[in-house]
């Protein structure tokens, strides 16, 4: 056996968080069984009507090797003295009935339940996505999406596959197994069932050991398949980080070393399989050899016919095919069980950030935006914000100012209720955002980030995600004041231009200018810009300056910059550091107070002289 002393330290940690995981997963097959019931107990009609075809299709299929008994018995006319060459018609055609009628059953149950496990998958896979985009911005923050999409992806599979298998399989093997049985022992020996009986016994518990045994094995083997999945994606999305570093070969080494543990794990559980396959079918040729054994010494004895030495050898062929795809079975309803935990755990996951059960939608009058006394921190060594309080007066504009780290964005967070304060309040019109539902908060209040991500699709499609359903018209005017139309006209396809995965086809200042145009079709009553300019050029800034000015005349509006010049037109600047407000007041006033924003302000200004002379 290969050691395992080169893998200890990866996979030591790994071993201790499996064996935990199993002992939960012991109890919760039952709990994820109890979950999946009531979203298949909504098709009960046809549930019925598949069992019922189920059950015609088995007995149509123990109904063959019947007849086919009867055949052999009306051929063989030895001991009449007469050789019979002409085969009952009436048998041979109700033989390939029964085998029709299989089929035709068979594929009856699997039309009728098919809306059953398909429907189920929907239903869940919805909920599991509508589950994720109401969670706070802390899980998502922590949780890597390519974990989550194949946590889902595998989940939604482990659905369909524990339903087929359960009804299409285990059922109709454990009802042929019992019709079986009970035939042999009532028409012959008893020895016959007993031998039936025990290979069945003996196969299970087999299965059942050395499945348990390697579970941990597959288990294993899928955890790193996800970390090198994740692996994978997060390189993928930082292209082009990776190509400024030339870090080319250093990804791929990093993705290599994760599948080199996948494989190892793979190959592990393949070993496994194979001794599993093994001793499956070690026990059924014993088992079949022993039953014609005893059918052969019934026939020489004169107490069986060759009719009945063929029953028995068609049983157990039959039973063989099921019996040997039953471990295959158990296997994957047990791995299905195993991701469909992961599923539901996601849909179980704690919702941080949830409408109070009288939460009322949030009524605008003018747009008053309030933070009282609030102090926040994401974790609880690390204050972000302390004891923050100011008002933005309806239909003015309030700009936030500060070094990094001093709280800035923090405060958009916040007011978008991404996570909840721990202390004081934030009011819009007098009304505690925690009070009324988020869809109607996030519904007053349009934001052009800093960091703008698009959606790997069009440009009017980004656009009009401002305000699904917008007219073409309403496109092309929010890209105007945008001043993005010019630019979007030069493109061969013009607004079907595709922007690529997260928009990395465009430039910083075409992603922003899309953004910008986003949010002023959506057209809020709040307008919150974090840095909303910091990408554009100077004859871009100042165009889009004056047509947020322009409109923070018509919104409330909160101004996150780092350049001071644009923001000078404020009617309330307010100056952060170390999560306070350490001043406040127009820019006129902060400079005649000589304190930190005036030396912002003059280190800004020198870097605007410095810097053209730098470039010349």
Not at 29 to 58: C, E, H, I, S
Not at 136 to 150: D, E, I, K, N, P
Not at 395 to 420: H, I, M
């Amino acid at each position: 056996m290969r050691t395992r002393s080169s893998t200890t330290t990866h996979s030591a940690p790994l071993r201790v968080a499996n064996t935990n995981q199993e002992s939960l997963r012991q109890t919760n097959d039952w709990q994820v069984l109890a979950t999946l019931l009531p979203y298949l107990w909504r098709y009960r009609g046809r549930l019925l009507w598949a069992l019922l075809f189920l059950v015609a299709a088995k007995l149509a299929h123990i109904g063959v090797p019947l007849l086919l008994k009867q055949l052999v018995d009306a051929m063989d006319q030895t001991q009449l003295g007469t050789v019979v060459l002409v085969v009952p018609l009436g048998l041979l055609f109700a033989y390939g009935g029964l085998r029709l009628a299989t089929t035709l059953f068979t594929e009856l149950r699997e039309v009728v339940f098919a809306k059953v496990t398909q429907g189920a998958v929907r239903t869940i896979a919805l909920q599991v996505f509508a589950h994720l985009h109401t969670l706070s911005l802390r899980f998502h923050l922590s949780r890597q999406t390519g974990g989550v999409t194949r946590d889902i992806e595998r989940g939604t599979r482990g659905i369909s596959s524990l339903v087929s298998y359960t009804l299409y399989s285990i059922v109709p093997t454990l009802l042929e197994i019992t019709l079986v049985v009970g035939y042999l022992l009532w028409h012959y020996d008893w020895t016959f069932a007993l031998i039936a009986l025990t290979a069945l016994v003996l196969y299970i518990a087999y299965t059942i050991g050395v499945t348990e045994w390697r579970t941990h094995f597959r288990r294993t083997m899928n955890e790193l398949d996800s970390k090198a999945n994740v692996r994978a994606i997060d390189s993928l999305l930082n292209y082009e980080t990776v190509k400024y570093f030339g870090n080319e070969a250093f990804e791929l080494q990093r993705y290599d070393e994760s599948m080199a543990r996948w494989e190892r794990a793979a190959i592990q559980s393949q070993y496994s399989l194979s001794l599993l396959n093994l001793g499956q079918s070690l026990i059924i040729a014993v088992a079949v050899s022993l039953m014609l054994w005893r059918a052969t010494v019934g026939v020489a004895a004169g107490q069986m016919t060759l009719g009945d030495l063929v029953l028995v050898n068609a049983f157990m062929l039959q039973l063989y095919v099921p019996l040997n795809f039953l471990g295959v079975i158990y296997r994957e309803i047990k791995q299905s069980l195993t991701d469909m935990d992961r599923l539901f755990r996601l849909l179980r996951e704690n919702q941080e950030v949830a409408d109070q059960p009288e939460a009322q939608p949030l009524s605008v009058s003018g747009g008053e935006i309030t933070f009282a006394n609030v102090t926040f921190a994401y974790e609880p060594n690390r204050p972000i914000l302390r004891d923050v309080s100011f008002t933005v007066p309806t239909g003015t504009t309030t700009a936030v100012v500060g070094p990094s780290g001093a709280g800035k964005s923090t405060l958009a967070r916040l007011l978008f209720r991404f996570y909840d304060v721990q202390q004081g309040q934030i009011l819009i019109d007098g009304q505690d955002i925690r009070q009324v539902t988020q869809h109607s908060l996030r519904s007053a209040i349009g934001i052009v980030p800093q960091d703008t991500v698009l959606f790997n699709d069009d440009i009017g499609y980004n656009i009009s995600y401002g305000k699904p359903g917008a007219t073409e018209a309403e496109i092309t005017a929010a890209a105007q004041a945008a001043n993005i139309h010019p630019f979007i006209q030069s493109l061969p396809e013009g607004y079907r231009t595709q922007v690529g995965e997260r928009g990395l086809k465009l430039s910083g200042g075409e992603k922003q200018r899309v953004a910008i145009a986003r949010t002023l079709l959506k057209n809020p009553p709040i307008l919150l810009f974090d840095e909303a300019t910091s990408a554009l050029d100077s004859h871009s800034e100042q165009a889009i300056q004056q047509e947020l000015r322009r409109l923070a005349e018509q919104h409330t509006a909160l101004v996150i910059a780092h350049r001071l010049s644009t923001i000078v037109h404020a009617e309330q600047i307010l100056v952060m550091r170390d999560g306070q407000i350490v001043e406040r007041g127009t820019h006129t006033h902060l400079l005649t107070k000589n304190g930190l924003y005036a030396q912002m302000w003059a280190l800004q200004q020198q870097d605007e002289v410095v810097v053209p002379a730098v470039t010349q």
